[in-house]
T-cell receptor, first 114, second 114 residues
Framework: EAQVTQNPRYLITVTGKKLTVTCSQN?????MSWYRQDPGLGLRQIYY???????DKGDVPEGYKVSRKEKRNFPLILESPSPNQTSLYFC?????????????FGPGTRLTVL | SQQGEEDPQALSIQEGENATMNCSYK?????LQWYRQNSGRGLVHLIL?????REKHSGRLRVTLDTSKKSSSLLITASRAADTASYFC??????????????FGKGTKLSVIP
């Protein structure tokens, strides 16, 4: 089944403890991205990647890192999480390098930073 | 930066009625996309309309795009209780450097009462 998977789905952690949220797609998509969703703010893009080893900042990249070593995986890294990073995170992918076609979203990761 | 803005923020209708949601944006676009999200779950793509298109249909969905007014509308006809969800528009800028970012609005929360 064609899908975008994220792990973990739920995570409660403490301030400063490094964590990684994984994202994987099995559709051979070029483009992958991360969003965070907060009440009243909608979805905001954190980072995106047009191809392997090519990443760029979205609208809210501070406090996050990403890497794209393989086409299928695009992990989101929080080196030193803080409470303001408590949010619902979504990974998405699409076929072409540019955002000119359908985005496929993962199921989301709900992160709480205490 | 928030590009698309949906209107209204919330909409409540009776089953069988039509629902119309509007999206306004600020800069010229390559395409505009509509997504649905059921209560904290992943987003599902509904329709993509390109800047040179004026109207698209998909089942009970009809999307229009008016680039002169920088606005789009999503019409759901003969609504069902299962249509209860949040609906988001997302825009891809028309950039000479390439269209790599998708910017979401804050969404319209639709409630369809059985």
């Amino acid at each position: 089944e064609a899908q975008v998977t994220q792990n973990p789905r739920y995570l409660i952690t403490v301030t400063g403890k490094k964590l990684t949220v994984t994202c994987s797609q099995n559709m051979n998509h070029e483009y992958m991205s991360w969003y965070r969703q907060d009440p009243g703010l909608g979805l905001r893009q954190i980072y995106y990647s047009m191809n392997v080893e090519v990443t760029d900042k979205g609208d809210v990249p501070e406090g996050y890192k990403v890497s794209r070593k393989e086409k299928r995986n695009f992990p989101l890294i929080l080196e030193s999480p803080s409470p303001n990073q408590t949010s619902l995170y979504f990974c998405a992918s699409s076929l072409s390098q540019q955002v000119t076609d359908t985005q496929y979203f993962g199921p989301g990761t709900r992160l709480t930073v205490l | 930066s928030q590009q698309g803005e949906e209107d209204p923020q919330a909409l409540s209708i009776q089953e069988g009625e039509n629902a119309t949601m509007n999206c306004s944006y600020k800069t010229s676009i390559n395409n505009l996309q509509w997504y649905r999200q059921n209560s904290g779950r992943g987003l599902v793509h509904l329709i993509l309309i390109r800047s040179n298109e004026r109207e698209k249909h998909s089942g009970r969905l009809r999307v229009t795009l008016d680039t002169s007014k920088k606005s789009s509308s999503l019409l759901i006809t003969a609504s069902r209780a299962a249509d209860t969800a949040s609906y988001f528009c997302a825009t891809v800028p028309d950039s000479g450097a390439g269209s790599y970012q998708l910017t979401f609005g804050k969404g319209t929360k639709l409630s369809v009462i059985p």
